[in-house]
């Protein structure tokens, strides 16, 4: 039943099978494909001899280049060290806060910082420093352990109750998980501390209101001044906020309040000494409190919404 | 359908069923604190619903012997069914997380919606979903013919088509309750490996017995494809998925790989996943279909040949491109480089053998969009074959690795090669196996064909220019030898690119959701006229000596 036929179109003939109607050509395979082929397989072939390719029974063929990933990528790191080698020394060299004065160096903060900024500090804080609840703004005037670019340093390098050995720590204990104050206690000061930024609560209009900010005042007078300060101001020595300003990490609302007292609160903030460059650190300690001046020009608006928030 | 089973078969297929059940009961009560018992109540619902169908046609006469003289293409008709439905679902899904990129919200804060579990349900219902059953489907329509032979029996390619269905509805419902062993293409967990091995084996089986019967002197060479599909896949899945299952009562299993092995053996798995599953069988389908639609013979014979084995041999090789510059040895990067730059000759061969092909046919290109879309087919293999190979150069790598450009070569050989090449041979089969002269609308196979190109060239100049935005923004420096931009500034700069991505993909979808209802109606109502007309398209007759048959004892 094999029968060649010449094909019309293409003048070739068949190769004489059938199957269901197709049938196949005789044809040549094209010499371009040979010649493609051989292009390819010299190709490879150069390849191999020239870089390491084959596996032995010990190692592997080197290749005449001796070309070696692993070197490529230390000649790379060093390349990469000599392109920063213009302003590293400086700044290892001089303290920060003679290179906050230094009018070119923050020059190079501000070109440097946002990428570095939003690749290592953004999840948490926001591109723009912005925040987000639970986590600090860093554009507002409002700082837990002081905006001068040593503490920020200090911060960067060892981390919040990060598990470093010389972290900052800073725990604002369980009050009602404790047993340490009642429910009514617990309720009474959230409202007295609520009373501190917002003028409107314990004016007296309210006399049951009156009462339990009162009551709320004693119970911080003896559970609350040893770290937020016995006007709210808070202290930077231990991390603890300030209470009597708009600004607020987990939030304002009573609810929100009294539930920080009850379960106590222990953010954490990661330590970065061993992830960045310490003249990266810098230039991030020196960035950040640009955030804020930024701010104050650029983006107003957008603070006063997180503030109330 | 179940009425063409003999009695043994439908017996043989409660049996089946039943044991299947039985399975699945065991996981839901052993497993009951894991997620397995999902899985387990998933399998039992499964096989009972197919064991009750099967109860209730038990008593329907048995069917004639004079059926044997035909083909047998119920399981086909049924494959192209589960594959377009597989395919509206994978690629809505697709769709669906394209527009996750673009816009990050579009998760519903659930957990199931995230994009982690979503993309799988997208990939596996595409490739699996949507080509596994195109494949199966037009693997047992093209080897009898090729063969001009009965299948051997009516009830493994049942047991084949239906299991591969429950592999990937365990697939894909796994995925969204958060079962996946994290293996990129091969996420399913042991329990769903085993299944597929069974099935899989069942598939090879069936295939090498149908060839023994063939009544051509000569293999053609889509069965050689379809073949070099079937094996290798088989060797792919049961290497990668070797791994220990916490126990019979947990879905969790550990791989028998771990470190840069494990990567290895992975990308051998993935890039082989694309040659055997993603371009094997589909130059299989190609090789019956086109030059079938084409009514002209295959350009060469010899190029065929050569290509087929430039294809299986040095494809199998090329893996190691998927993890240049990691902790893998250079010399296995340096292997992978060279012969994915020598696998694009075969490769094109193939490709300018299919477009060779046509010569002599290019006014029915002009004319008919179904051996258009087998034509464009052939062009995207070329060009996402060339595109591959290229990407697999190191320094090329080193900018195009962990972007965009990837997604976008992937899509131009999915959507432009795959999907293509399988909507050709439908519109050819479903006419063919309903017995309509043709489809229900020319027109409407025009439209998909338009809408779906245009899809494709919006959604990979998006990816091209995406891709490369990323690459060199991760790359620049500043002045001051830090780096220019953040990943998130790069983040940003991808909005643009992923709504036009979104909208490509779209089209895409909307050019399937045409072909089902150009389909339904095909099979649904044909036109009269069209009924009288039809031609069929196979000629002699089947194998005579069918009397071995599980059915024909009966």
Aim: aromatic content about 14%; overall charge negative.
């Amino acid at each position: 039943m094999s029968v060649e036929e010449r094909d019309r179109y293409t003048g070739h003939m068949t190769t004489g099978h059938s199957w269901n109607g197709i049938t196949e050509l005789n044809s040549r395979v094209p010499r371009l494909w040979y010649i493609c082929f051989a292009i390819a397989f010299l190709f490879s072939v150069a390849y191999w001899v020239l870089m390491p390719a084959w596996p032995g029974m010990e190692s592997h063929t080197q290749g005449l280049l001796g070309f070696d990933q692993k070197k490529v990528v230390k000649q790379q790191r060093i390349e990469a060290e000599q392109n920063t080698a213009m302003w590293r020394d400086q700044i290892t060299n001089t303290s920060l806060s003679e290179l906050a004065d230094n009018a070119e160096v923050m020059t190079l903060v501000r070109r440097a910082g946002p990428a570095l900024f939003e690749d290592n500090c953004a999840g948490c804080h926001g591109d723009l420093g912005q925040g987000a609840t639970n986590y600090p703004s860093l554009n507002d005037d409002a700082w837990l352990w002081g905006n001068e670019p040593e503490s920020i340093y200090k911060t960067l390098q060892h981390g919040i109750n990060s598990g470093h050995s010389q972290a900052r720590i800073a725990q604002m204990p369980a009050f009602g998980n404790s047993g340490l104050l009642d429910s009514e206690s617990i309720h009474d000061v959230a409202l007295y501390v609520q009373s501190l930024s917002n003028p409107l609560i314990g004016n007296g209009s309210n006399v049951s209101e009156l009462l339990q900010v009162n009551n709320g005042k004693s119970v911080y007078q003896a559970q609350c001044v040893a770290c937020h300060g016995s006007n709210g101001q808070g202290n930077p020595l231990f991390g603890a906020p300030n209470l009597t300003d708009t600004h607020w990490i987990y939030g304002y609302p009573l609810k929100t309040l009294i539930e920080t007292i009850v379960a106590g609160r222990a953010g954490q903030m990661p330590y970065w000494e061993d992830r960045l460059d310490d003249n990266l650190l810098k230039i991030l300690s020196l960035y950040v409190p640009t955030l804020s001046e930024d701010a104050e020009i650029h983006h107003s608006d957008d603070r006063t919404k997180t503030d109330n928030s | 359908m179940i009425g063409q089973l003999t009695l043994l078969e439908r017996r043989l297929a409660i049996a089946i069923t039943v044991l299947v059940a039985m399975v699945g009961a065991f996981f839901a009560l052993v497993g009951r604190d894991d997620l397995i018992a999902i899985h387990g109540w998933v399998i039992l619902m499964f096989a009972s619903l197919i064991a009750f169908l099967l109860c209730r046609a038990i008593r329907l006469p048995i069917p004639p012997e004079a059926r044997l003289r035909e083909y047998y293409d119920d399981p086909t008709k049924a494959g192209i069914v589960l594959s377009l439905f597989w395919g509206v679902v994978g690629m809505s899904v697709g769709d669906w997380i394209a527009w996750m990129m673009a816009y990050p919200d579009f998760t519903f804060d659930a957990a199931w919606a995230s994009y982690g579990r979503l993309r799988p349900v997208h990939t596996s219902g595409v490739i699996f979903g949507f080509g596994g059953n195109a494949l199966i489907a037009t693997s047992f329509h093209v080897m009898q013919r090729t063969c001009r032979a009965r299948l051997p029996d009516q009830l493994s390619p049942w047991f084949v088509l239906i299991g591969f269905n429950l592999f990937c509805v365990l697939a894909a419902s796994g995925y969204l309750i958060g079962i996946t062993q994290s293996k990129e293409y091969a996420e399913p967990e042991w329990y769903a490996d085993i299944w597929l091995v069974i099935v899989w084996a069942t598939y090879l089986v069936l295939y090498l017995r149908t060839l023994a019967r063939r009544r051509e002197p000569h293999i053609y060479v889509a069965n050689w494809y379809y073949l070099a599909f079937i094996l290798v896949v088989a060797v792919l899945h049961i290497v990668n998925n070797l791994a220990v299952p916490v126990s019979f009562s947990s879905a969790k299993s550990y791989s028998l790989f771990s470190g840069v092995q494990d990567a290895m053996t992975q990308w051998w798995y993935g890039h082989n996943a694309v040659a055997f599953f993603l371009t094997a069988g589909f130059l299989g389908m190609m090789y019956y279909f086109l030059p079938k639609r084409a009514e002209r013979p295959i350009f060469s014979y010899r190029m065929s040949i050569i290509s087929f084995w430039g294809i299986t041999f040095i494809y199998m090789w090329a893996g190691p491109h998927h993890l240049h510059y990691t902790a893998l040895p250079q010399w296995v990067q340096t292997l992978g480089v060279t012969f994915s730059i020598m696998l694009i000759v075969p490769s094109w061969g193939s490709a300018g053998n299919a477009l060779l092909t046509l010569n002599g046919a290019w006014h029915k290109v002009r004319d008919d969009a179904t051996l258009r879309f087998m034509m464009v087919a052939a062009v995207f293999y070329g060009l996402s074959t060339f595109e591959g190979s290229f990407m697999a150069i190191r320094p090329v790598n080193s900018l195009s690795h962990y972007t965009d450009w990837t997604i976008g070569h992937v899509h131009s050989g999915a959507l432009g090669w795959v999907a293509f090449i399988t909507f050709g041979t439908f519109y050819c089969l479903v006419p063919w196996l309903w017995k309509r002269s043709q489809m229900y609308s020319k027109f409407l196979v025009e439209l998909h064909f338009w809408f779906a190109l245009t899809g494709i060239i919006i959604y990979l100049v998006s990816l091209w220019n995406a891709g490369i935005v990323q690459g060199l923004m991760w790359r620049t420096y500043t002045e001051d030898g830090l780096l220019a931009y953040s990943f998130q500034d790069s983040v940003e700069a991808m909005h643009p690119y992923y709504f036009a991505r979104g909208i490509g993909g779209l089209m895409y979808v909307f050019g399937i959701l045409i072909a089902v209802y150009n389909v339904y109606m095909t099979i649904r109502f044909g036109t009269k006229e069209s009924d009288i007309e039809f031609k069929s398209p196979d000629e002699g007759v089947v194998a005579s000596k069918l009397e071995t048959s599980t059915g024909a004892t009966q």
